[in-house]
């Protein structure tokens, strides 16, 4: 019995152990492929492999053929910090992105900074980079950014009494907490705030309990899913004539046709992956946000989603990093890294520093607004 | 000379632990072997609930969390960690006896209903309070280290081989009590209630008491590995708690065999390791393992261990039978 337990051991040690040889630039990733965090982490990869596939058939980083060492973590943040682990220790990467949930980078975040490799998440949270640790960046912009951009646009129309109806669920909890924060700061009263379950089929209650509420202005809706949809055909139903916000969590084309024609005159903040076609001539970000959109739809016969640009953006400021520090020394990655300056990406123009591992200001977001069953951007 | 089953399964285990630390190449081995033993712990647990008593329940992961965020909130009100621990299992078995006496008076499927709502409503908790529990972006453990631990007894070590050698200790005491308490009064009326409740009842068993005991022994089990887990990820989240965990647990048990402390170990080595070596080819992972699962389900039902060793005694018999023939013609 000990035997049969020894050699079924020690054979998936051998198989385990079962070593690449070291010829080529090693780049290691670790993202929810699947799982309930799938929608996000499946783009992401994709948009990693299709990253790779290109810059290979172009020959590769100063003259050396690129690996992306790729595994599925499901979200689960144990997984995650094994095959860290793994990446860091098996596969000699010089450099990992990943983390498709804060709580899988969060029990990776400690591995970098022991082993000296350089790291970005693709995660939300702002507690991944404040306190700011030496090999950990992030590309995603924060919960925060986008209540201060709401909350700019709304004294820029000269309001100040905010209503709020926020989902219960993971998004919806986090960014209704950053916008209380940061509401005072930003010169905005939360005048009402009502919150309403993931699951629910009607938030007509809360809407009538914001409407009657005495000097209300504006309307914001932090949430994530189908919310916020039942929450905009509510709102049109009620006939309130008051501006209404929803939140960059449902910055797609898919939330548009779930809230049909109520959805006309929202606006929310957005990476400008939504409106190729309406930016600038001169805009930064527009030469990227093209070729983004037109690579994918050419591989994968789809649009991009926001998450798979947050994997872009993360991939090029590693290669950048590695074409001008060479790929030996990880620590020299992380430096070249560290002075990205003015990168334009497709989620915004990122410039890194010692005290700021996210790089972006509010110019990252773009103020949308729905208009004829397409997005606008607000001037 | 013979050894008794305690004594010799401390010196199996004792010896792989040894085995795996020659063996490994590096600290990513040291971290799946970590994880190999806080599994076998969490499941040397549901040896004593489904194997020797034959309850199952599909909550466990309900107390793994307990144990783990135990360890991860009490040292935030200045608890030491050590302490957080013994607080977490202690936790577990006030929640354990509790519930324990009303829902064990289920059965089979009841049972199962019953335990399986008990972990949704632990890991609803955690997902939840957020002002507690940072809700399911988790929360980060700290205040205590393996290595530092070693470290002051004179062994110094990487942190991965520390956290492997302290895991790889806990799991063995765990499996050596878990052995000995099967051979004690009481691991012979657990058995007896596995046979028969009423058979049991009639003989003088205490049969309550003792199904409560042994949910209760389980349920220190499942919180101790936790606290191991969160201490040696440092970060921990809901899921720990999850349905999808308390599923695994019983996988684990099931695959390697209920019965005994080596199906324990089995059961998790195989089903920590193996998506390991599965990542070569992602896309079946799932497959294998399911197939794997129904395999052993339809060949082997008591689970490779007990299997594997009624193979081989029936090999030996059979020799014994041949050699006696020809000696005898």
């Known amino acids: 019995m000990t035997s049969a337990k020894l050699g079924a051991g ?11 040889a070291a010829a080529e630039i090693r780049i290691g990733a670790s993202l929810a492929v699947t799982g309930p965090a799938a929608f996000l982490g499946d783009p992401e990869a994709k948009t990693l492999e299709m990253l790779v596939e290109a810059v290979n058939a172009e020959g590769g980083v100063n003259g050396e053929p690129l690996k992306l060492v790729l595994y599925d973590d499901g979200g689960d943040p144990n997984k995650a910090r094994t095959f860290a682990t793994r990446l860091i220790e098996e596969d000699e990467v010089v450099a990992v992105i990943g983390g498709t949930s804060t709580g899988a980078t969060m029990a990776m975040s400690p591995l970098f900074g022991e082993y000296e490799i350089p790291f970005i998440s693709l995660a939300g949270a702002v507690v991944i980079i404040d306190p700011v640790q030496d090999y950990v960046f992030k590309t995603p912009h924060t919960d925060r950014m986008a209540c201060e951009k709401i909350f700019a646009d709304i004294t820029g129309r000269g309001l100040t009494k905010v209503g709020m109806i926020s989902g219960t669920g993971g998004f919806g909890k ?86 049909g024609p109520a959805a006309e005159g929202v606006r929310l903040p957005a990476t400008p992956l939504l409106i190729p076609g309406q930016l600038a001539d001169d805009d930064p970000q527009k030469q990227p946000v093209t070729d983004y959109i037109a690579a994918y739809e050419a ?43 003015g990168y334009a990406g497709v989620t915004g123009v990122y410039s890194f520093s010692p005290e700021d591992h996210l790089g972006l200001d509010l110019t990252a977001f773009r103020m949308l607004e729905i208009r004829d069953g397409g997005w606008a951007p607000v001037e | ?45 549901m040896v004593v609930l489904l194997g020797y008593v034959g309850l199952v329940s599909l909550g466990h992961a309900g107390f793994f969390a307990i144990g783990a965020y135990a360890t991860a909130l009490l040292p935030q009100y200045g608890v030491p960690s050590g302490l957080a621990m013994l607080a977490g299992a202690a936790g577990a078995a006030l929640l354990a006896a509790l519930i324990g006496r009303p829902i064990l008076k289920l059965s089979g499927y009841y049972l199962a209903i019953a335990t399986l709502g008990l972990g949704m409503l632990i890991w609803m908790v955690l997902s939840k309070e957020a002002w507690l529990t940072g809700g399911p972006d988790g929360m980060t453990v700290t205040g205590f280290s393996a290595r530092n631990l070693l470290k002051s007894v ?68 499942a919180a101790v590995a936790g606290a191991l887990l969160a201490l040696a990820n440092g970060y921990i989240t809901p899921d720990a708690g999850g349905f999808m965990h308390s599923v695994e647990l019983v996988t684990m048990a099931v695959l390697g065999g209920a019965a005994s402390v080596y199906g324990a170990l089995v059961g998790a080595l195989i089903l920590t390791a193996l998506p390991q070596v599965l990542t070569v080819f992602a896309e079946y992972e799932h ?26 005694a029936r090999r030996r018999a059979a020799r014994r039978a041949g050699r006696l023939a020809r000696r005898v013609s």
């Open chain 1, 10 to 20: 020690l054979s998936a040690l051998a198989l385990l152990a079962a070593l690449p």
């Open chain 1, 299 to 341: 591989k994968y016969g789809d649009t991009p989603s926001t998450f798979g640009g947050y994997a872009y953006d993360a991939f090029n400021i590693v290669i950048a990093a590695i074409e001008s520090a060479g790929a030996d020394d990880p620590a020299a990655i992380r430096d070249a890294i560290e002075a990205t300056s």
């Open chain 1, 174 to 259: 986090s960014m209704r907490e950053q916008c209380l924060d940061v509401a005072e700061a930003s010169g905005v009263e939360i005048v009402a705030d009502e919150t309403y379950g993931p699951n629910d089929a009607d938030m007509t209650p809360q809407l009538t309990n914001i409407a009657n509420t005495a000097g209300v202005e504006a309307v914001v809706n932090p949430g994530f899913g189908q919310g916020p949809a039942v929450v905009t055909r509510n709102f049109a139903q009620l006939g309130l004539e008051l501006p209404f916000y929803q939140s960059h969590g449902v910055a797609s084309d898919s939330f548009i046709e779930l809230a």
């Open chain 2, 287 to 312: 497959m294998v393992l399911g197939a794997i699962m129904v395999g052993t389900m339809i060949a082997m039902r008591r689970g490779l261990v007990p299997a594997l060793a009624g193979l081989l």
């Open chain 2, 154 to 221: 004179g062994i110094t070590l990487k942190t991965a081989e520390a956290w492997y050698w302290l895991c790889g200790a806990v799991a063995t005491l765990g499996a050596v009590l878990a052995v000995n308490l099967g051979q004690s009064s009481a691991g012979r009326a657990f058995r007896a209630i596995h046979d028969s409740d009423v058979a049991a009842a009639s003989l003088g068993v205490d049969v309550a008491r003792a199904k409560s005991a042994a949910f209760v022994i389980s349920a220190v089990y």
């Open chain 2, 1 to 45: 000379m013979t050894l008794g089953p305690g004594t010799r399964t401390f010196l199996v285990f004792a010896a792989l632990v040894v085995l795996g630390a020659l063996v490994f190449p590096s600290s990513f081995f040291y971290r799946v072997g970590t994880l190999v033993w806080i599994n076998t712990l969490a499941v040397t647990g």
